[in-house]
């Protein structure tokens, strides 16, 4: 009940293109969802976070949308960029912060020009 | 502001040995967790402290793995007589304050241990 589920586990999209990265949960308890940025050598730095009663979020080329019933949430990212290329992880927590994160198995993205 | 710092970056050990992973937390942070990530997987939560206390420790093997955040000096991950399974990147993290609205934490750049 604790999984977080993400896919797809790799992605190549040409530049300009949409990327899309899909995760689903299960622990309904679950209240913050932020999206993690790691670059090879790196710690993970965080993109983007939603909360359950938003159905969406932008934040530049990035977009998060949620979708409480169906346990699903998903970024987008317009207009990739060569500069995007990195491994991304969705994550979940509950307590209204960000205390103990489930991570997902994370999604790397090659964005090539 | 210097962010989190953890030392060393890269860590090799032989089996048997044990290895210390050092985290300084961002300056006025005083919550830090630690991650342990495998090859091709995600991060997975080990444990989460306090100054001078453990509070949540269920990510933490049963056995050789201990960690402390003492009230002056950096939070140590310990792994005693480390066994080739131990071969991941660790990371640890730092909040202000932990599981209240709107806290974010920051990550350091990760211990890599290689166990050989």
């Known amino acids: 009940q604790q999984q977080v589920k993400q896919s797809p586990q790799s992605l190549i999209v040409q530049k300009g293109g949409i990327s899309i990265i899909n995760c689903a949960y299960e622990?309904?308890?679950?209240?913050?969802f932020p999206w993690y940025q790691q670059f090879p050598g790196k710690g993970p730095a965080l993109l983007i976070a939603?909360?359950?009663?938003?159905s969406e979020k932008k934040e530049g080329r990035f977009t998060i949308s949620f979708n409480k019933s169906a346990k699903q949430f998903s970024l987008h990212i317009m207009d990739s960029q060569p500069g995007d290329s990195a491994t991304y992880f969705c994550?979940?927590?509950?307590?209204?912060?960000?205390?103990?994160?489930?991570f997902g198995t994370g999604t790397k993205l090659q964005v090539i020009p | 502001n210097a962010g989190v710092m953890q030392n060393p970056r890269h860590l090799v050990r032989r089996r048997g040995q044990e290895a210390r992973l050092r985290c300084s937390p961002m300056?006025?942070?005083?919550?830090v967790y630690w991650y342990r990530q495998l090859p091709e997987e995600g991060l997975k939560f080990m444990v989460y402290?306090?100054?001078?206390?453990?509070?949540?420790e269920s990510g933490m093997p049963k056995e050789r793995f201990s960690a402390e955040f003492p009230k002056e000096g950096p939070s140590i991950l310990r792994i005693q007589q480390v066994v080739r399974g131990d071969s991941a990147a660790y990371f640890c993290?730092?909040?202000?304050?932990?599981?209240?609205?709107?806290?974010?934490?920051?990550f350091g750049q990760g211990t890599r241990l290689t166990v050989v």
């Open positions: 622990n309904t308890a679950f209240d913050y």
């Open positions: 300056k006025g942070h005083s919550h």
């Open positions: 939603i909360r359950p009663d938003v």
């Open positions: 993290a730092s909040s202000p304050r932990g599981g209240e609205r709107n806290t974010e934490a920051f």
């Open positions: 994550a979940a927590s509950y307590g209204g912060g960000y205390q103990k994160v489930t």
């Open positions: 402290l306090q100054k001078e206390n453990i509070i949540d």
